[in-house]
């Protein structure tokens, strides 16, 4: 089979590349050094793109898989690091979004993975970009999805669980992965963030398209502050500072730079205040277009 290559996009900051991703443009960044996190946990993604594989035993878990020019470089890390993608047995998503989730179907195709996706992003991943809020021309190679997710749910593969934590309001089955790891003796909870973001263009008052969408992003901070984290991690590097923190990696020491509760703490704090107040911001605008 053909695999794609990879097109390359400079963005100057995260934040330029994040507002390329609200416009759903279909690109592709670099790669970025394949690395362990911690205990059966590795980042095989881009430089902005988060793509964890999480190892065991009797296969792996691969969380995300980027858009299909992604794909090629996940292979390139996933076999660095000594595995291979064919063990992988569970693909998994952060979120329905092209930068998250384009390459689902090549993946599927490289591993014979299953596919599990959260309600709600389910029947947007199997359609190939159908039914997204706000992003309604965004489109990718349609994907089977294999079992609908719910909140809570456990998928467990040889003695590693994952549990899959509905975080709606980024998407109606965002979707927050966490897992206990062991390393160095000790047992550490990982989180991978699906995202907290209100993206430009959402509309958190009298949204006809998605309704719920400020009861989902509530729900969802409620859900954050309630879980508990010793490894910070999220759909995109940038969520936890991902190249300073590989930079401390590589001078090496005794604690892991992954390990910071107090970042995940203060990163989800800070999205809450910072969805709050563009909710305030659109209720105040909505009573002034009404005169109410």
Not at 122 to 145: D, E, F, H, N
Not at 151 to 167: C, F, N, Q
Not at 182 to 189: I, M, P, Y
Not at 202 to 214: A, C, F, H, R
Request: proline share 5%; with cysteine; glycine share 10%.
């Amino acid at each position: 089979m053909r695999i794609p290559t990879l097109s390359v996009v400079l963005c100057g900051v995260s934040v330029a590349f994040l507002a390329v991703c609200a416009e759903q443009t279909a690109v592709a960044d670099g790669a970025f050094p394949a690395h362990r996190v911690v205990g059966n946990v590795y980042y095989v993604g881009s430089e902005q793109l988060a793509i964890y594989l999480v190892t065991t035993p009797k296969g792996h878990f691969l969380i995300n898989s980027g858009f299909e020019e992604t794909v090629p470089l996940i292979r390139a890390s996933v076999q660095s690091l000594g595995f291979k993608m064919r063990d992988i047995k569970f693909l998994l998503a952060s979120h329905a979004h092209s930068d998250h989730v384009a390459g689902h179907a090549l993946a599927r195709e490289l591993t014979g993975a299953k596919v599990y996706v959260m309600r709600g992003d389910a029947s947007v991943i199997a359609s190939g970009g159908k039914g997204q809020y706000l992003y309604t021309k965004s489109r990718w190679p349609a994907c089977p999805v294999d079992h609908v997710l719910q909140d809570g749910e456990k998928i467990t593969l040889g003695g590693t669980t994952l549990v899959a934590r509905r975080t709606p309001g980024h998407t109606r089955g965002c979707t927050t992965w966490t897992c206990r790891v062991a390393d160095s003796g000790k047992n550490h909870d990982v989180v991978v963030i699906g995202s907290p973001n209100v993206n430009p263009g959402y509309q958190l008052v009298g949204n006809t398209d998605y309704p719920e969408i400020s009861q989902d992003f509530s729900t969802t901070f409620r859900v954050l502050k309630a879980t508990p984290c010793d490894i910070f991690l999220g759909a995109h590097g940038a969520y936890y500072g991902l190249p300073a923190k590989y930079e401390r990696l590589k001078r090496g020491g005794q604690q892991n730079p992954f390990m910071d509760p107090t970042g995940y703490r203060a990163y989800v704090e800070q999205k809450r205040a910072a969805f709050e107040a563009t909710r305030a911001e659109q209720k105040k605008t909505k009573l002034s277009q009404t005169g109410s």
